[in-house]
């Protein structure tokens, strides 16, 4: 490879890999309010593969990309809200809760895509690139970064908005304190219950729409079991990210990086690696990142646990 | 008495489940008093102000605040009728500053937090008037319990109050910290506010109050103006019996020596030398105190002799067996007893249940296992006697100890370690959250296993706990020992100033 082969090949790594760091940015950040509130919800892969659907399902009847992803974030939290009914009325353990969401998200977009849409075969139009005026035109950072679609520039957008609602406003640092120190919160006055659910529907309405970013931004169809695993390195994001929003932005862009390598280096035909391996990449990152981060502060000290007013 | 009292509460009564916490309680408090509740663990101190703060809702009777009936439905609706408590358990969120901390949950939550300026200048002014030293861009965490504490009493001043409630203040403060507590608690009162002091402290009631309120069984079972009473009287009310206040021992002279440690040093968690050359022995039949403010050392002291913290330089031997930087298992295995300091921590499962928390050091130990099967019958049994000769209050021996009181915890915590028959016993704070009653059969106990030839090391920072049971008291200060008086009330002073760090006084003994 010389040297312009090369910096080609890292503006195309780079821009693929913000692309498909995208719906790994959505649902990280969401997952980063809910755990911040106390609530851990592993039910995220089920959830987005909801939000992949319904963003499909919906762009399919429309022809619309928005009402798409309106679709996948509504789809994301009605089930969401089922996930808070059990784990915040009910005060049922979150993880078996989360688990039970995983397999009801995957059975059910499985059944309802074989029911209605396997036959036709037929894809949507999906979100096209912006070009971005000069900026796409510099070398080699136009083609990474400012020939994306919308829905990814959104990301940086979402990453900012969340930090400084997190950070800055009085709904943030109740929401915090949600997840630290729950009767603290009750004693001043504020609805314990209310805020966490208010922090699932947040994680899940984002969960959603990084699901629907899957079928409307990236393929153009649904596939079953399109988000392979992508719920569960959220959940390992959130911890790398040490539950900052801006921190899950740029881990994202990490693991975001692992997709496009292990996708770019498998069209190599001189490496020699078999692909599996390449494939396996994401995965391989997560449980690292989990094994060398583990047990290390900074989690919400009563995340996974309900709260009980007396 | 005025026409019309400040706080009036008429006939409460509340039941958790089968457990009765108020049995029809009146009482009134009257406006610019410091009124003292005190009472037993368990009496129903906490549970009553609860309901006068909102936290709790009463199942019948009144509460009267200003002349007008009030139902609080929750804290929130206390501090708008200028109520305020500050809770045994600190309800500061650690991860926060100071200043977040006062804000939480303060105006709409869709409100940008832009006016923290504002907050910290109030937070200054406040805390410059009631000298509380409180920093308000600190966070929570890094300060010590006495610092949180005062941060608390200033929260509920920030949100202005009327009627202060403290539950149990003085609990988690060394004696400096409490005087200037009871300070506070007088200049409050000169601003116009009333003081609800909840204690089991008979010392620090009569110093501060106006009226004394005794609770017991849920229920009021006394008021008392303050000159008309004493520490004897309150506490033959507090209990229903006479309560000695000396405990007799025996004069044997102390044996041999069980525990004796050579220029002992260690770090603290965060890596700072905490004890530095320390130096002592202990001999069987004798209770050797340790005095000190606390954050002196003692905790890592106790920590590195029980095994949880690594030793840095040193050796510690027990009967003649070096058990330096030994695992804790293996100390516990040599006959070495330990109540700790932080019971949830280090002394207890609170998920468990007391059989299980009973034995949880000898669960592979006959006679409650065999074959790698615990004897549940045997267990129950050694639970249940435990729990009848330590008048443990609970329901049964299946009962999760995180569900009783702290003092019947605490109990449970002795009575175990006690009935492992140690040669030596080490105590990191014995009567932490226990009252009166308990606290004078826990001390007897002590007494009782001395004068059965066990040595005690006894560290504490209630010097009252010192001076009733020990033979002779060390005094330690930034990780050493800077020396040693006989347990004589007379000599306060000399350990008062031991305790500040000076050691220039000429009557030191050595």
Redesign the interface.
Known sequence: MDDMMFLTFLATLAGAAWRLATPLIFASIGEVFSERAGVLNIGLEGTMLVGAFCGFAAAFATGSVPLGLLAGIAGGMLFGLLFAFFTITIKADQIVVGAALNLLGMGLTAFLFRTYYVSTGKGIEIAQPVHIPFLSDIPFLGEAFFRQNLIVYSTVLVAILASLVLF????G??L??VG??P????????NVAAYRYGAVMVGTGLAGLGGAFLTLGHSNQFVEGITSGRGFIVLAVVVFARWSPIGAFFVSLLFGLFYALQLMLQAQASIIVPYQVLQALPYIMTIITLVVLRGKGAAP?KLGQPYEM? | MSQKPFLRIDNIRKRFGPIVASDGVSLEIEEGEIHSLLGENGAGKSVLMSMICG??RPDEGEIVFKGQSERFN????A?RQRIGMV?Q?F??????TVA??Y????????????DMDKVHARIRELSDRYALDVRPGAIIEDLSVGEQQRVEILKVLFHGIDLLILDEPTAVLTPQETDRLLALMGDLVKDGKTVVFISHKLDEVMRVSNRISVMRDGRVVHTVNVGETNARALAHMMVGRDVRMELPRSPEPPGRVVLSVENLTCRAETGLPAVRGVSLNVRSGEIVGIAGVSGNGQTELSLALSGLLPVDGGRVMLSGKDITGLDPARINASSFSHIPEDRHKHGIVASLSLSENTILQRYDQKPFASRGMLNRRVIGEHTRDLIKRFRVKSRDEDQAIGSLSGGNQQKLVVARELARNPDFILVNQLARGIDIGAMEFVMEEMLKQRDNGRAILLISTELEELFAICDRILVMFHGEILGELPPDRTRLDELGLLMAGQTEQPALVG
Request: charged letters at 20%.
């Open positions: 800055r406003t009085s709904f640092l109740t915090r304190a630290e120190h009767k603290a919160v009750d004693v001043a006055g504020r000290s007396r | 936290m709790v929750s804290p929130r609706e501090i809770h358990h309800m500061l969120v650690p991860n926060l977040e901390n804000v939480l949950g303060q105006g709409s939550a869709l409100r940008i937090i832009n």
